[in-house]
C-alpha cells in the first residue's frame, strides 16, 4: 500500500536549454551530461543559481543513450550512425572529457587493441570503440568496477574495464576487453550491473542474476605479451560475500604487476592473460591484394568461436526459449535454473585461464500487462548497491533491484541472492520514466513527477548494523509512501544529479522550427528541510492517526539516515546526527506509549537517542498525570525495565525523578512495583510514597484477588520499607503475616535481599528474619546453596560461624543438618559431618557436665532426628536399650526433666528458636501404658528423646552405612565414658573398627541384645560375623554353665536364648560340614539334631535346586 | 533524423607522409605545421560548413597511412559518408597505393555498393617544385576515370590551395550521391537484377 502524505516540495527550478535537441542525458554529482541531435555532448554544472554549460565535445555519431561512470571516469555512449539508410549501432567510451573541447582532435581506438602513442599526447579526448558485430539495445556500467555490459538481442556482452602498460613504458591507460557472453533467453531491452549481479529486462520480463565464480579453470591458451591489471582506484573496491572470486575485487596496481597470474584465491581476473592471437586482429586481415580472396565470416553462427560453454547439459538440453510467458510468473532465487529459460555464461576466446563459472539466478519474474502485447511495459531498470566504507575496500551491504511497469514499480531486495519483494509503487497515472537517488524515487508519469521513499536504506541497514548492538531497524518491507507531486507535461528524459532532478521536456505538437525543448533542473528538498516538515507533518497526526505518525517518523529517521551513510551531506554531519538522534527520541516516545507488540522498540531507539531515563521520564510525566487512557506506555515500562533492571546501568537517578518512575509503574504495571522497589537500580525514591503506593496497591490487589506471588514480593518489600523507616516491628508483623513457603519463594528468586550492602552479613531484613522465622531462613539457605547462589561457607559466615561457641550455635546446627539429609549433596558430607560431629559430641559434653541441658521438650508424637535420603540413617533398635535410654518406650515418656520444672533458659547467646507453646502431656499423644512403672533415680539423666537429641542425631549419623573409618575413629577418640550414651557410641564406632571387641562388649555387658546387635550387624558382615558370635556364646554358655552357682537361672537362660537365635541364623549360612565343625562335641544330641536337620535339609534342598538348574541349562 | 544529412564522416586516406593530417589541418583551422609529426592511430575534428544554404558538419577522421597502423585505423572506415584519397604528386608510390587504399577502404567500411561510394581523390603537394612532381595531373585524372568517375583535386595544405574545393566538392559529391541512393531504395521491394554484387557475397570454391 501507499500511503500519501504531501510534505515534499522541490526547492527551486531552472530551466535551460541546449543548442540542439536533446536526445539523452546522464548526470554525475551536480554535473549534467546532455547528448544532441547534433552529435555532441554537453557538460552543465548546476550551481544553485544557473546551469554552467562547462564542456562539449564531439560524438562520432548520434547518442541514443550515455552514462557516465564514477570509477572509470568514463562517458559511455550507446551512438546510432546511419549511413546510406543502413542503420548502425557502435558503444563507444570518452575518456579525457574533462579536457576536451571541439576544437581539439578525439583520437580513436578500438578496445583491446594495443596503443602506439606515448603520454605526452595523453590528455587529449580520446573514444574507445567496443568491438561489436551486433546491433546493440542498451548499455549499463558498474560504478565500483568500471566494468561495462552491452545487451545484444538475447545476450549481454560484458567488458572488463582494465588499466594496461605496454611493455617497458610506464604509460598506463584504460581499456576494456571483452570477458563474457552471458545468453538470458530473451530479447533483452534494458540491462544493469553491480559487481557480479546482473539484471536485465524484456518488454515484460525481468530476471536478476549473479555470478558464480569456481576456483576450477578452463582449458589453457598461448600466453599473450600483455600484462593486464586493474586500475587503482582510490575509491576501494566492492567485497562480497563469497570473497575475493568476483568482479568486485580491485587489487591496486603494484600488486597486479608483480603478480598477473596468481592462484584461485585471488580475483579472476588477476588469473585471465589475454591471447596473443586476439590482440591487433592481425590473423584476419585478408590478404586484399588477392581478387579471389573470400572471407568467410562464422563468428555469428559459429559457437566454437567463442569460449567454452559453462552451463550444465541438462540446461542446454532445455526446450526453446520462450521470449515472453502468457501467464504471470515470479520466481524468487537462489535457484539455479529456471525451467525453460536457460542461462548460458560464456568466457571470450581471448583468456588464457578462465575460472569456471556460472549464474545464479536470484529473480525471475514475468508480469502480465494490459493492453497492446507489443508495447514495452517494464522500464527504468536499476540496480541500487549500498556500499560500507572502509579504509580497504568497500563491501557491498545492501543491493535492491527496481524495475517499473505502466502503473506499478517493484523494488527487490536481492543482496545476497536472497530476494525479497520490499515494496510496490503503485503510480497515480500511467508511468514513463523513474529515477532513484538515495533516498527517494521519483516516477515520471504522464502527469507529472511523483516523489516516494524507497526502502534501500532500511534493507541495507540489516548488514550495516551489527546484531550485538541491537538497533532499531525500520521494516524494509513498510509500507511506502508518495510524498510529493509536481506536474509536469512531456517529459522525455529524467536523471538524478546529486541535488537535483534534471528533465527534458519536448512540445510534441509545436512547430517544429522553433526550440521546442527545456531542461529543467529541480532542486530536490534539502533533507533537514525535508526532514522538518515530515516532522510537522507527523505532528498533526500524533494524537488522530499513530500509525501516520510512526510512519512519517519513519520515514524521516531513514531519509536522514541515508543522507548520513551515502555522505552526500558532509557538511551537515554533526546537525544530521543530531537530527537522527532527535529522530529516534520521537520514534522512542512514539513507542513507549505504545501498547502493541513493537511496543518493546523503544529500547532501541531510545538507546539510539542518547536520551537517559531522567530525560525520558520527564518527557512523559506531563501525559502521565493527565493519565491518557489511550496510552498504556508498555514500551516506557520495557524501556524502564531494560535500565532498572540492568545491572551494568550506571544512571543517576534523584529522588524527584524516581518517585516519577514508581507512580508510573504503580499507575501501569502494579505487579512490578514492589520488583522495581527491591531489585532495580532505583536507590532515591521516597520510601514513605513507596510504601504508601505499596499498601493502596495491597489494598486494590485484595479486592482483585491477583497472584499470591506477587502479594509475597509486595509483603517483602513493604517489610523492607518499614525497617528502613525504622519501623521494626512493623517490619516483622508482616513477615510474621507470611507463609513460610511465600517468605522462601521471595528470597530464594531475591537472595541479594538477604546481604547487606557490602553482601558481607546479612541485611535488615536478613536479621529479622533470622531472628523471628529462623527456620525460614535455614531453608531459603538450603535452597539457595542448592542453586548455587550462596555455598555451605558463605552460609555459615552468615550464620556467625566465627562468633561464640559453635557447638551453641542452633541456627549453624540446624542448617548443617539440614544439607547433610539430602543425598543429593554427598560431596558436601564430609565437609558438613566433621562439623556437625564436633558440634553433637561437644554438646554431649557438655550435657554430661549438666544432664538437664538438651532440647525443649516437645508435647506431641514427634521425632529429633531429621528424616531424609541423607547422612541420618535408621538407629539400629538395640541403641534404644542402651543408657540413657531404657528400651524404646523411654524414649517417647514424658520428660522427667520438663515435668518438675519450667525450661531453664536459653543455652545460646544467639538465642534459640523455642516453641512458645507450654510443655503439655496430653494422654493421647502417649499410651498411659508407658508411663506406668518408671521410677526416677535421682541425678541419673532423663531417657526421654528430648534430653537426649544429640546423642540420637550422632547414633544415627553413625549408623550410616557408609560411614568412614575415619570418621568413628575420630569419633571413638573424642569420647569420654562420662558422656551420655557412650557405651552406644563406642559400640558403634567399634563395630566398624573392631568388630571383635565390639562383640565383647554386648556379649559381656548386654547379651540379651545380642541377636537384634548381630542382625544389625549383619548388614555389613558376613556369616563370619555369626559364627564368630556363636563361638563367643558358645564359649560363654560353657562358662556360665561351670559357674552356674554363681549365676542366677535368669543369666543363663538369656544366654542360651540369644545362642539358639544366633545358631538359628548361622544353619541358614552353612553347610552341615561347617556346622559340625563348629558344634562342641560334647555337645547335647538333642538339642543340636534339629539345627543339623535344618541345616542338613536347607543344603539339599539347595543342592536339588542347583540340579535343577543344571537339568534345565 | 536530422543528424543524418547534418553530420558526414569524412576519411582521409593516403600512404604516410602524403599530407592528410596537413589537409584536415588546413581545412579546419586554416593553418600549416612544417614540423608536424606522423599521425599514430585515427583522429577526428568536426567542422561546419555551409554549401548551397544547408548547414552541414563534417567530421573529418584523419588517419596513419603506415602499414603498421592499420589495425588501428580500420575499425574507423564503418558509418563513413565519403572518402578522401590522397597521394603525394612528389611520390608516385603513394599514387600507386590508391588501389589498395581503396579496397581496403571499401573492405573494412562494410560498403555493399562500392560503385556509388563517393571517392574523391587529392593530388596534395602541388606546391612542390615542378622538377619534384612525379605524377602528372592527366595520370591522376586517368585512374579516377577508371574508378568510379572520382572527383579529382590538386591540393597544396602548405599553400592553402583548392582545400576548401576538395572538401566542398566531397561533400556535393556526397550529396549527389545520397540523392541516387534514395531513388534507389524508393524500389526496396523488387530485385535489381543488374546489381553488382559484392565480393564478399559469393563463394569462389
Known amino acids: 500500500m501507499v500511503r500519501v502524505f504531501s510534505c515534499h516540495n522541490f526547492t527551486s527550478q531552472q530551466v535551460f536549454s541546449t543548442q540542439s535537441e536533446p536526445i539523452a542525458l546522464c548526470c554525475a554529482g551536480n554535473i549534467v551530461f546532455v547528448s544532441t541531435d547534433v552529435c555532441n555532448i554537453e557538460i552543465y554544472t548546476i550551481g544553485e543559481k544557473n546551469c554552467q554549460l562547462t564542456h562539449r565535445f564531439n560524438t562520432i555519431a548520434l547518442v541514443q543513450q550515455l552514462l557516465y561512470n564514477e570509477q572509470g571516469n568514463y562517458i559511455a555512449t550507446l551512438e546510432l550512425k546511419t549511413t546510406r539508410h543502413q542503420p548502425v549501432t557502435f558503444v563507444r567510451v570518452y575518456f579525457n572529457w574533462q579536457t576536451c573541447t571541439t576544437q581539439q582532435p578525439t583520437r580513436a581506438r578500438v578496445a583491446g587493441q594495443s596503443v602506439r602513442w606515448s603520454e605526452t599526447t595523453a590528455n587529449i579526448l580520446e573514444v574507445v570503440e567496443l568491438p561489436l558485430k551486433e546491433s546493440s539495445k542498451h548499455i549499463a556500467s558498474c560504478n565500483k568496477t568500471g566494468n561495462l555490459i552491452v545487451a545484444m538481442g538475447t545476450t549481454l556482452n560484458l567488458f572488463y574495464h582494465c588499466s594496461k602498460t605496454l611493455g617497458s613504458s610506464s604509460f598506463v591507460y584504460s581499456d576494456f576487453e571483452q570477458a563474457l557472453v552471458i545468453n538470458i533467453g530473451f530479447n533483452i531491452l534494458e540491462v544493469a550491473v553491480c559487481g557480479d549481479y546482473i539484471a536485465s529486462i524484456s518488454k515484460s520480463t525481468i530476471r536478476v542474476i549473479k555470478l558464480v565464480w569456481s576456483k576450477q579453470h578452463g582449458p589453457e591458451r598461448k600466453r599473450s605479451s600483455y600484462q593486464v591489471f586493474q586500475r587503482d582506484h582510490s575509491t576501494g573496491s566492492v567485497d562480497t560475500y563469497e570473497g575475493d572470486n568476483s568482479f568486485d575485487s580491485n587489487p591496486p596496481i603494484d600488486e597486479d604487476t608483480e603478480t598477473p597470474n596468481r592462484s584461485a584465491a585471488v580475483s579472476p581476473w588477476q588469473q585471465v592473460v589475454f591471447n596473443d592471437l586476439y590482440v591487433g586482429e592481425e590473423y584476419e586481415v585478408p590478404p586484399v591484394d588477392d581478387d579471389d580472396y573470400v572471407l568467410w565470416d562464422f563468428s555469428t553462427t559459429l559457437h566454437s568461436k567463442m569460449g567454452d560453454v559453462i552451463s550444465p547439459a541438462c540446461v542446454l538440453q532445455e526446450a526453446s526459449l520462450t521470449d515472453e510467458k502468457d501467464e504471470p510468473v515470479e520466481i524468487t532465487g537462489p535457484v539455479e535454473t529456471v525451467a525453460g529459460q536457460p542461462i548460458t555464461v560464456e568466457w571470450t576466446r581471448k583468456y588464457k585461464t578462465r575460472p569456471l563459472i556460472s549464474s545464479t539466478t536470484i529473480l525471475y519474474k514475468c508480469c502480465k500487462f494490459p493492453g497492446d502485447a507489443t508495447e514495452q511495459y517494464l522500464h527504468s531498470l536499476k540496480l541500487l548497491p549500498t556500499y560500507q566504507k572502509s579504509s580497504r575496500r568497500d563491501r557491498l551491504v545492501g543491493l535492491s533491484c527496481f524495475v517499473s511497469g505502466f502503473h506499478e514499480g517493484f523494488m527487490y531486495d536481492v543482496y545476497n541472492c536472497d530476494c525479497t519483494l520490499l515494496s510496490t509503487y503503485n503510480y497515480t497515472a500511467k508511468s514513463k520514466l523513474v529515477t532513484t537517488t538515495d533516498s527517494l524515487l521519483h516516477a515520471v508519469t504522464h502527469n507529472g513527477v511523483e516523489t516516494y521513499t524507497i526502502r534501500k536504506m532500511a534493507a541495507a541497514l540489516v548488514q550495516i548494523n551489527e546484531p550485538s548492538q541491537n538497533l532499531a531497524i525500520p521494516p524494509a518491507t513498510a509500507d511506502i509512501c508518495l510524498i510529493g507531486f509536481r506536474q509536469f507535461f512531456d517529459i522525455t528524459a529524467v536523471s538524478a544529479a546529486d541535488n537535483f532532478i534534471i528533465l527534458v521536456s519536448k512540445a510534441m505538437d509545436s512547430p517544429s522550427a522553433t526550440k521546442n525543448w527545456s531542461i529543467y533542473a529541480l532542486e530536490m528538498q534539502d533533507p533537514i528541510a525535508l526532514y522538518q516538515d515530515m516532522l510537522q507533518l507527523a505532528a498533526r497526526y500524533q494524537v488522530s492517526n499513530s500509525l501516520a505518525y510512526q510512519q512519517l517518523l519513519t520515514e524521516a529517521y531513514l531519509l536522514i539516515k541515508s543522507s548520513v551513510y551515502y555522505e552526500k551531506h558532509q557538511t551537515d554531519s554533526d546537525k544530521l546526527q543530531e537530527l537522527i538522534k532527535n529522530c529516534c527520541a520521537l520514534l522512542g516516545h512514539h513507542y513507549a506509549r505504545d501498547s502493541g507488540k513493537e511496543c518493546v522498540l523503544s529500547i532501541p531507539y531510545y538507546k539510539m537517542s542518547g536520551l537517559c531515563l531522567p530525560d525520558i521520564v520527564s518527557n512523559h510525566k506531563q501525559d502521565i498525570k493527565i493519565k491518557e487512557s489511550c496510552s498504556r506506555y508498555s514500551g516506557l515500562l520495557h524501556y524502564m525495565d531494560s535500565v ?85 516491628e512493623a517490619a516483622c508483623s508482616v513477615l510474621m503475616s507470611m507463609t513460610k513457603d511465600a517468605i522462601t519463594d521471595v528470597f530464594v528468586q531475591h537472595h541479594h535481599l538477604l546481604l547487606d550492602d557490602n553482601k558481607a552479613g546479612l541485611s535488615h531484613i536478613g536479621q529479622l528474619l533470622r531472628r523471628h522465622r529462623a527456620d525460614v531462613l535455614i531453608e531459603i539457605l538450603i535452597h539457595l546453596h542448592d542453586n548455587n547462589s550462596i555455598d555451605m561457607d558463605r552460609a555459615l559466615d552468615l550464620l556467625d560461624i566465627n562468633v561464640g561457641e559453635l557447638h551453641h550455635n542452633t541456627h549453624i546446627r540446624n542448617y548443617l543438618e539440614a544439607l547433610i539429609s539430602a543425598n543429593e549433596r554427598e560431596s558436601i558430607y564430609p565437609k558438613v559431618l566433621e562439623l556437625l560431629l564436633r558440634i553433637y559430641l561437644d554438646r554431649l559434653n557438655e550435657q554430661s557436665e549438666d544432664p538437664f541441658a538438651g532440647s525443649p521438650a516437645k508435647t506431641h508424637p514427634h521425632s529429633h532426628v531429621l528424616r531424609g535420603d541423607g547422612h541420618f540413617a535408621t538407629r539400629y533398635i538395640w541403641l534404644d536399650e542402651l543408657p540413657p535410654f531404657k528400651g524404646s518406650r523411654s524414649l517417647g515418656q514424658q520428660c522427667e526433666h520438663a515435668k518438675s520444672q519450667s525450661f531453664p533458659r536459653a543455652s545460646s547467646p544467639l538465642g534459640y528458636s523455642r516453641s512458645t507453646s507450654p510443655h503439655s502431656f496430653t494422654r493421647t499423644s502417649l499410651p498411659q501404658s508407658i508411663t506406668h512403672g518408671v521410677t526416677r533415680i535421682a541425678n541419673e539423666p532423663c531417657p526421654c528423646c528430648c534430653c537426649n537429641e544429640d546423642l540420637l542425631k550422632l547414633q544415627s549419623l553413625l549408623c550410616w552405612k557408609s560411614v568412614a573409618q575415619e570418621t568413628t575413629q575420630k569419633v571413638l577418640s573424642s569420647l569420654v565414658k562420662t558422656m551420655k550414651g557412650f557405651i552406644s557410641l563406642e559400640l558403634l564406632c567399634q563395630s566398624r573398627l573392631n568388630i571383635t571387641a565390639a562383640n565383647e562388649i554386648i556379649v559381656e555387658n548386654y547379651p540379651h541384645l545380642i541377636l537384634d546387635y548381630a542382625n544389625s550387624m549383619a548388614l555389613w558382615e558376613s556369616a563370619n560375623h555369626y559364627v564368630a558370635l556363636l563361638q563367643m556364646l558358645l564359649a560363654k554358655v560353657n562358662t556360665e554353665g561351670s559357674s552356674m552357682a554363681y549365676n542366677t537361672e535368669d543369666t543363663n537362660s538369656v544366654y542360651m536364648d540369644q545362642f539358639e537365635g544366633v545358631l538359628s541364623v548361622v544353619v541358614e549360612l552353612l553347610d552341615p560340614v561347617s556346622l559340625l565343625t563348629l558344634l562342641p562335641s560334647s555337645g547335647s544330641c538333642s538339642f543340636f539334631l534339629p539345627y543339623i536337620e535344618r541345616c542338613y535339609k536347607k543344603y539339599k534342598a539347595e543342592q536339588l535346586k542347583e540340579e535343577i538348574i543344571q537339568l534345565v541349562k | 533524423m536530422a543528424g543524418k544529412t547534418q553530420l558526414l564522416k569524412v576519411v582521409i586516406l593516403g600512404d604516410g607522409g602524403v599530407g592528410k593530417s596537413s589537409l584536415m589541418n588546413r581545412f579546419i583551422s586554416n593553418k600549416f605545421d612544417s614540423q608536424s609529426f606522423h599521425t599514430i592511430g585515427v583522429e577526428f575534428l568536426n567542422k561546419d560548413i555551409v554549401i548551397d544554404g544547408h548547414s552541414y558538419t563534417l567530421q573529418i577522421w584523419d588517419t596513419a597511412g603506415q602499414e603498421r597502423f592499420k589495425s588501428l585505423r580500420t575499425p574507423f572506415y564503418r558509418g563513413s559518408d565519403c572518402c578522401l584519397l590522397t597521394f603525394g604528386v612528389d611520390d608516385v608510390q603513394s599514387f600507386h597505393n590508391l588501389n589498395m587504399w581503396k579496397k581496403e577502404f571499401l573492405y573494412y567500411a562494410d560498403v555493399k555498393d562500392g560503385d556509388s561510394f563517393p571517392f574523391v581523390v587529392l593530388g596534395n603537394k602541388v606546391d612542390v617544385p615542378p622538377e619534384e612532381r612525379q605524377v602528372t595531373a592527366d595520370e591522376a585524372k586517368l585512374w579516377c576515370e577508371a574508378n568510379g568517375r572520382s572527383p579529382y583535386y590538386e591540393t597544396s595544405a602548405k599553400d592553402a590551395i583548392n582545400v576548401d574545393e576538395a572538401f566542398t566538392a566531397a561533400v556535393k559529391l556526397l550529396l549527389k550521391m545520397e540523392e541516387r541512393v534514395e531513388m534507389r531504395s524508393g524500389y526496396t521491394d523488387t530485385v535489381n537484377l543488374h546489381k553488382n554484387r559484392s565480393r564478399k557475397d559469393h563463394c569462389q570454391c
Request: aromatic share 6%; proline share 4%; with cysteine.
Open chain 1, 644 to 728: 532498572l533492571f540492568t545491572p551494568t546501568s550506571d544512571d543517576n537517578i534523584n529522588e524527584e525523578t524516581s518517585d516519577i518512575i514508581l507512580e508510573i509503574y504503580n499507575t501501569y504495571k502494579p505487579t512490578k512495583l514492589s520488583e522495581v522497589i527491591l531489585v532495580s537500580n532505583l536507590r532515591q525514591y521516597s520510601d514513605e510514597k513507596a510504601l504508601l503506593m505499596l499498601q493502596s496497591n495491597s489494598t486494590h490487589r485484595d479486592e482483585k484477588r491477583t497472584l499470591e506471588k506477587c502479594h509475597s514480593l509486595d509483603c517483602v518489600a513493604t517489610s523492607i520499607l518499614y525497617l528502613r523507616m525504622c519501623e521494626p
